[in-house]
């Protein structure tokens, strides 16, 4: 996941619907691992998509850039022909590979997520993201099997994107104003934050200008705290927290913008493999949480879980509908004392 590209070239809108069918990811993917059961203590805004792609290796971190196609470098070296953007190389093909068994569409895809110039991010065509996983080795790939894999790569993206939405529209103005949103639970504050479904990335706030991704990369050796918290609840009460570890994670760098200026904020991104659906299709599970680089990235985190595991372990939506019925019962008695 997280192969984004930098240059343009018209594509229709994401995200498209996952396809149904039967091309599954090649051997060496790791969505080719056997289903393992669902990660415990994962927030349950996390998004559960369907599929699976390759990944951004760990050794080719995306630092940030503002260099447009049309200012390519001069190839004198490795570093010199890889887009700064998404660090693949700017000559990557699109062209049919040697010996493949069929062809493979050329268009790409757009994705929502805006880039620092606001422009959008794009997603490789198919044909792209065969030749890129040739040149990655991947050479016992499936060729029936690309398409799909792009559309779950595309739509596990454009999950994580949604997530990392919901955090910024509880928290861009503030601390108090996200206590405030996430105060009576999860569910109430999709609700005052108008979030419709777990893909809904529109930006309604006029006041402050939506958040951008600056730039990302793929960690997947690099274990994140909480994960690894997990693994060791797993070992030490195996019949509560068994799991399996992440098979992927990507740290995405987030521009945050409010009256007071913009800054920088990293999310990490862990993703895990659950249970699969009946019909057979694999289903995945994103953990998306602010980076704790700071005071204000563990607050976030506490100020979201801690008031929605509060609100339901004190009852709080029995709290509300009695204090509805004490309101109902107090304005009948009121409207019968006026009637005599």
């Known amino acids: ?133 040739l040149r990655k080795g991947y050479t016992d790939t499936p060729t029936d099997a690309v398409e799909s894999m792009v559309a779950v790569h595309n739509f596990l993206n454009e999950g994580a994107w949604a997530e990392i939405v919901g955090w910024e529209r509880r928290f861009s103005r503030g601390l108090a104003h996200g206590y405030h949103i996430c105060k009576r639970g999860e569910e109430n504050a999709n609700v005052v934050v108008g979030q419709q479904d777990i893909l809904d990335t529109e930006w309604r706030d006029k006041e402050v200008p939506p958040p951008k991704l600056l730039k990302f990369t793929g960690r997947p050796g690099d274990m994140t705290p909480k994960s690894q918290i997990l693994q060791w609840l797993g070992w030490a009460w195996p019949a509560k927290f068994q799991t399996e570890p992440p098979f992927d994670r990507h740290d995405w760098y987030v521009q945050r913008c409010d009256v007071d200026g913009c800054k920088e904020i990293r999310y990490v991104i862990d993703y895990y493999e659950g249970n699969p659906e009946p019909t057979g299709e694999p289903v995945f599970y994103l953990d998306v949480r602010p980076a704790v680089d700071g005071p204000r990235g563990a607050a976030e985190r506490m100020v979201r879980w801690g008031t929605d595991v509060w609100w339901r372990a004190s009852g709080g939506t029995v709290r509300e509908l009695r204090k509805l019925e004490a309101e109902r019962k107090a304005a009948e008695e009121a409207k019968a004392q006026r009637s005599r």
């Open 1 to 133: 996941m997280g192969w984004f590209w930098a240059d343009t070239a018209p594509a229709p809108v994401a995200p498209h619907p996952l396809p149904r069918g039967n091309a599954e990811p090649p051997p060496s993917c790791p969505m080719h691992k056997k289903p393992s059961p669902p990660p415990t203590r994962l927030p349950e805004s996390a998004s559960t998509p369907q599929g699976a792609c390759p990944y951004v290796p760990p050794d080719t971190p995306t630092p940030a850039s503002t260099t447009s196609p049309s200012q390519h470098p001069p190839a004198k070296g490795l570093l010199a022909r890889l887009n700064p953007l998404n660090n693949m190389p700017f000559d990557l093909s699109n062209s049919r590979a040697a010996n493949q068994s069929q062809d493979l569409p050329l268009s790409r895809e757009t994705s929502t997520i805006p880039k620092g110039d606001g422009s959008l991010w794009e997603y490789p065509s198919p044909q792209q993201m065969y030749n890129a996983m």
